[in-house]
């Protein structure tokens, strides 16, 4: 009996010890972050179109006429929890080349289901006519035809339409050559979309733009995550410089500051 006893106070001494390091593990095990590109070796994202890495950015575009440009995590993600996800990056839009400030055409946010890329350039912003997919625009340019605001917006958008479900007017000028930090969350559950974004990398608690949107609809079960970004006649330069990603929803979003997130190497 004795001896029984004992050996269950073992096993649960090791039990008890094993479960921290797993659950510090598991607090900080993101699908993807790369807190700044200039530290990376090779980044794990396929370069589409005039997408490039170079000066410690991953640049989507450069500063040329009709260009698209579009980047993607190499492995396809399931976003297993009613298609949940968390994502925060850094994005920094220079060079604009018309007058008063003006520069085409923006980027976006995309995830998508899809084997083959968009090659839109301009108002399509890299995306457009990417089926079961969901893309947060940052669109400098306006675009009457497509519904456009201003030349200063951000939208959700569905399927490739480039006429996006809902805008907001950003809160910043996007292309003022100022890096911005942005939070992308989807809760499945709620099917609540909030995306936020500062010129500080402390997460606001408000909002700029929340819309409830069903993506059990619009995206497939494995997804591809990444940016895109157009010009046109006029251009600008469209760099992203952090990118972090999780395959569920974060309620208090991810954060930069207070944790050292590393990337899941399990999936
Ligand atoms: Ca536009
Ligand atoms: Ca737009």
Redesign the pocket.
């Known amino acids: 009996m004795k001896t029984e006893k004992r050996l269950l106070a073992t096993m649960l001494s090791v039990l008890c010890i094993g479960a921290w390091p797993l659950t510090s593990h598991a607090d900080s095990a993101i699908t993807l972050a790369i807190p700044d590109l200039a530290a990376e070796r090779s980044l794990p994202m396929t370069l589409n179109g005039d997408a490039s890495v170079r000066d410690g950015a991953l640049y989507l575009t450069h500063a040329g006429g009709d260009l698209y440009g579009s980047s993607f995590y190499a492995q396809p993600v399931s976003l297993f929890n009613n298609q949940s996800f968390s994502a925060h990056f850094s994005f920094q839009i220079t060079s604009p080349t018309c007058t008063r400030g003006l520069g085409g055409d923006g980027l976006a946010f995309v995830i998508h289901s899809n084997s083959s890329m968009s090659k839109a350039y301009g108002q399509g912003l890299g995306y457009s006519g990417l089926s079961s997919s969901l893309a947060v625009?940052f669109?400098t340019f306006e675009?009457g035809v497509?519904g456009?605001p201003d030349n200063n917006?951000i939208?959700i958008n569905l399927n490739g339409d480039?006429r996006?479900i809902v805008?907001a007017k950003a809160p910043f000028f996007l292309n003022d050559g100022v890096p911005y930090y942005t939070w992308v969350d989807y809760n499945g559950a709620t099917k609540v979309l909030e995306i936020r974004i500062s010129d500080g990398i402390a997460r606001p608690s408000t909002p700029v733009l929340a819309h409830t949107v069903d993506l059990s609809g619009v995206l497939k079960s494995d997804v591809f995550f990444g940016f895109s970004a157009a010009t046109g006649s006029c251009h600008q330069q469209h760099l992203i410089k952090s990118i972090y990603f999780h395959k569920d929803f974060i309620a208090e979003g991810i954060d930069p500051v207070q944790n050292e997130y590393f990337t899941d190497r399990s999936k």
């Open positions: 625009e669109d675009n497509y456009d917006h939208g480039a996006s805008t």
